[in-house]
């Protein structure tokens, strides 16, 4: 824990980080709604952004300037890796960045849709790790029109080769399109778990991570996330502890 008396006042680091307005920040300091390392913070509070733990209504403020976190719309053909033996395009390419940004958990090359890449590790951990489970949803061109039957399936759990999926979101907005939402991160596991009731896909599509949704991102386009995106990512992994 650093001294109250070294770093810079708390109010101005959430407001550097995005959070709201220095005002704001010394309302919510006020109001007891900000602890900094699990103890409510008091106005005139010094932190060092680089090793107290700072959290707003019980969420992780990211404060860390050096920390980076952006969301990139993946096409076909792309490996999500950092670097390609092959010399096939990686997602890391894509992303004009100073910092060196690693993908968290990975799509397969031929699926499309949302990627989140950072240099925060911490946050990386929790979001693969699967004792946190955090959802993510995809659309799935399929050969042929599931029955009912089919997608009670997926909801109930397929038994794949590694074991049975826990229970899925799954539902089919049109004839051929499976719209299925899981919180685990096995290898291929959309493409498996469709393939096992007998319809294949053809195109995959990862629409949303938690909150994180935009269907305005172009294919290959990327932005960073917002704070309050940040902020929602976090309430995402602690809501699926």
């Not at 001294?3 to 709201?20: F, N, P, Y």
Request: a neutral charge; glycine letters at 10%; one cysteine or more.
């Amino acid at each position: 824990m650093s001294s109250e008396h070294a770093g810079e006042r708390l109010q101005k680091v959430l407001a550097h980080a995005g959070i709201a307005s220095r005002r704001v920040c010394e309302d919510l300091i006020a109001e007891g709604r900000v602890t900094v390392n699990g103890d409510v913070a008091q106005l005139g509070r010094r932190v060092e952004s680089d090793r107290d733990e700072i959290r707003v209504d019980g969420v992780v403020a990211h404060v860390d300037p050096t920390r980076r976190t952006v969301l990139l719309n993946k096409p076909t053909g792309v490996i999500t890796t950092a670097k390609d033996t092959h010399g096939r395009p990686t997602v890391v390419e894509l992303v004009d960045a100073p910092e060196r940004l690693f993908p968290v958990g990975r799509l397969d090359g031929d699926t499309e849709g949302l990627l989140l890449l950072t240099n925060d590790g911490g946050l990386t951990q929790r979001l693969t790790h699967p004792s946190f489970g955090v959802e993510k949803e995809y659309l799935a061109t399929v050969e042929g029109s599931p029955s009912r039957g089919a997608l009670r399936r997926l909801r109930e759990g397929i038994e794949l080769e590694d074991g049975m999926t826990a229970p899925a979101h799954a539902s089919q907005p049109t004839p051929g399109v499976i719209r299925l939402t899981i919180h685990e991160g096995r290898n291929r596991q959309v493409r498996r778990m469709c393939e096992a009731i007998g319809h294949p896909v053809t195109r995959l599509v990862r629409v949303r991570i938690g909150n994180l949704a935009d269907r305005s991102l172009a294919p290959g386009a990327w932005r960073d996330l917002t704070p309050g995106e940040l902020a929602d990512l976090e309430r995402a992994i602690d809501g699926a502890r």
